[in-house]
Structure formats: structure tokens, C-alpha cells
């Protein structure tokens, strides 16, 4: 694969040889790049034609002392988090139904001066009244709402032609499933955690003094969930306290008290040691398997770290739960 450096009218310029290092992923990922060199300017991009590595220049460090300069920009979804998505005139909130692509067309269609261009294929997925949360990023809005229905957001560049600009594209796509075992051929090579030393039984205190404070009790369920009721006792049980004395209400100590619960709690966490000959998409599921320990964990790809060093291009990945 080549990276391209194109003008600031997005029209290729050449092969572009200087050291990368970005970050694409979800809406908590930097989606971001960094390079150094001397021949760029403002508004200029780099773009690797038919995967989603890009993005456009827009911060230059420079010391009088070297011709070398720094320079950081912001990846094709950098861009989608720098939109929000506004709720129509008279209404709360934004929802949208219909097929998945013309939704996507519908809401970047005045984004960027219409910089991004969606597939005209139908994706296959219709929708029905998906309400977006309230101001969210068109990044953060898109992802959620493909992965309400186990799809995800594909985007990628393409040439055009002779002296025409590049464009880059958004289609909605089904989520894949890349399933490794513990074999010495697994494609994915995964590690696998599980952690039974959690707590499972946490006592949350709230506002007010001595016995009159609030206190809720909260317990893990075998399934993982969280309630009031007690499920692990005796030599199984496992106590922590939980100080939580600016409780606003009730409900808000229970709230507050799960998520602190569920931080402490047991816990099985997959994370990629290496992957061979596979490009792992963003959204799409990684799935590890153990089965002499009964380990069976699916996570979604929310990072991928692209490093081009001296020519040699690397790809790191990160699944949900590594951040």
C-alpha cells in the first residue's frame, strides 16, 4: 500500500514516504495523525485509495533550528467529530427511519461543503424510528445507530480521475465476526484474561450522617447483572464500601454504585496480541475462544494504530474493554 499526498484541492501530488503514526476508532479514540516533514501546507491530505487511512493537515509545530517541521491532522472520522446532529425545528430530538445509507446520506449531505459522498447501495438495513442522543457527534450518532442493528460505518477514499479530486465515502455495512481459537494457525492471536478475585457484594453509602445516611446494597447476579439481591454467600461472598456522600437522590447513589460495582466485580477481557493476514475493520466483532479454560468472549474493534516507519507499515488493534 501507498500513502498519497494530494493539494489542497485534493488532487494527488505524490507518494508520500514520511513517517506516520495515526489513530482511528470510535467517538473516545484521537482519530488523529502525526508526520514530519517539509513539503506540505495547510489543507493539504494524505489518503491510501481504498481503505479509510487519511486525512487532512491542519496543525504545524516547526524550531527555527530545523527545516523539519511537525505536522498533526485529523482522520476522515476526526472530521465526523468536529459535526454534531441537530434536532429538526419544533422537535427534541433527531429520529430517523428508512435505509440505512440514505440516512447517512441525509444527515452529511450539507457536512464539509459536502466533502463526504455515501454509497448509493442499498445496505440492506431499514431502520424505524432510531432517535439519536441529543447533540451527539455525527461520529458518535452514526457508529451508535449502525450498532443498534449489528452494522457498522465503512469509509474509505478513491482516486478520481485525471486532474479531478479525490472523494471519500461512508457506506453502512454489516458487522463481520473474525473468530480465533488457541491453535497454532489462528490468524488472530488473542489473550484472553479471566478474573474471578471481583467483588460481588458492594455496600454504597449516601448523603447524611451516621444512621441516617442512605445505604443501598448491591449485589452481581450469576449472569453478571447487578441488583439488589443477594445472590453469592458465605465463603463466596466478597465485600467492598463505597463512599458516595454527594449523592443527589437515591436512585443516583444506586446508579453510581452499579458502575463502581461493575469495576470491581469479576471480569473475562480479550485483547489482540497479532494479527496475520486479515485487516480487522472498525465495529467489526473479534471473538476468542479458550476451550480447555470454557472461555468464550466477542468484543467489537474500537481502534486501529497505523505506524509507517522507513517504508514499513504496522497495524495495532485495540477491542473494547482495552482503552
Known amino acids: 500500500m501507498d500513502m498519497i499526498l494530494c493539494d489542497g484541492d485534493r488532487k494527488p501530488i505524490g507518494i508520500y514516504t514520511a513517517n506516520i503514526d495515526m489513530e482511528i476508532g470510535n467517538a473516545e479514540a484521537s482519530n488523529d495523525f502525526e508526520t514530519s516533514t517539509e513539503n506540505v501546507q495547510f489543507g493539504y491530505s494524505i489518503i491510501c485509495p481504498g481503505t479509510e487511512y487519511g486525512g487532512i493537515f491542519g496543525q504545524q509545530t516547526k524550531n527555527t533550528g530545523s527545516a523539519q517541521q511537525t505536522w498533526n491532522g485529523l482522520t476522515w472520522r476526526g472530521l465526523l467529530k468536529q459535526d454534531i446532529i441537530i434536532p429538526p425545528a419544533g422537535n427534541d430530538y433527531r429520529i430517523v427511519s428508512g435505509e440505512a445509507n440514505t440516512i447517512i446520506k441525509n444527515l452529511v449531505s450539507d457536512t464539509f461543503g459536502g466533502f463526504f459522498q455515501v454509497s448509493d447501495e442499498d445496505s440492506g438495513l431499514n431502520i424505524s424510528s432510531y432517535q439519536f442522543i441529543l447533540y451527539t457527534t455525527l461520529l458518535e450518532g452514526l457508529m451508535d445507530m449502525l450498532a443498534a442493528h449489528n452494522y457498522r460505518l465503512k469509509i474509505w477514499s478513491e482516486l478520481g480521475k485525471p486532474n479531478e479530486p479525490y472523494q471519500v465515502y461512508l457506506a453502512a455495512v454489516p458487522v463481520t465476526k473474525n473468530q480465533t481459537e488457541y491453535t497454532d494457525n489462528s490468524k488472530i492471536n488473542v489473550q484472553t484474561t479471566d478474573y474471578r478475585m471481583g467483588i460481588n457484594h458492594l455496600v454504597c453509602m449516601g448523603n447524611g450522617e451516621l444512621q441516617a445516611r442512605q445505604r443501598v446494597d448491591l449485589y452481581v447476579q450469576l449472569d453478571g447483572s447487578i441488583s439488589q439481591s443477594k445472590y453469592y454467600t458465605g465463603f463466596d461472598e466478597r465485600t467492598a464500601y463505597y463512599d458516595y456522600g454527594n449523592a443527589e437522590s437515591l436512585?443516583?447513589?444506586?446508579?453510581?454504585?452499579?458502575?463502581?460495582?461493575?469495576?470491581?466485580?469479576?471480569?473475562?477481557?480479550?485483547?489482540?496480541?497479532?494479527?496475520?493476514?486479515?485487516?480487522?475493520?472498525?465495529?467489526?466483532?473479534?471473538?476468542?475462544?479458550?476451550?480447555?479454560?470454557d472461555i468464550y468472549i466477542e468484543k467489537p474493534v474500537t481502534r486501529k494504530i497505523l505506524t509507517v516507519s522507513s517504508g514499513i507499515w504496522t497495524v495495532d488493534y485495540q477491542i473494547q474493554g482495552e482503552e
Do not use: M, T
Open 251 to 293: 436512585d443516583d447513589l444506586i446508579d453510581n454504585g452499579a458502575k463502581k460495582l461493575q469495576e470491581l466485580a469479576n471480569y473475562q477481557k480479550l485483547e489482540i496480541v497479532s494479527v496475520e493476514d486479515i485487516d480487522l475493520e472498525i465495529g467489526d466483532i473479534v471473538v476468542g475462544r479458550d476451550r480447555e479454560h
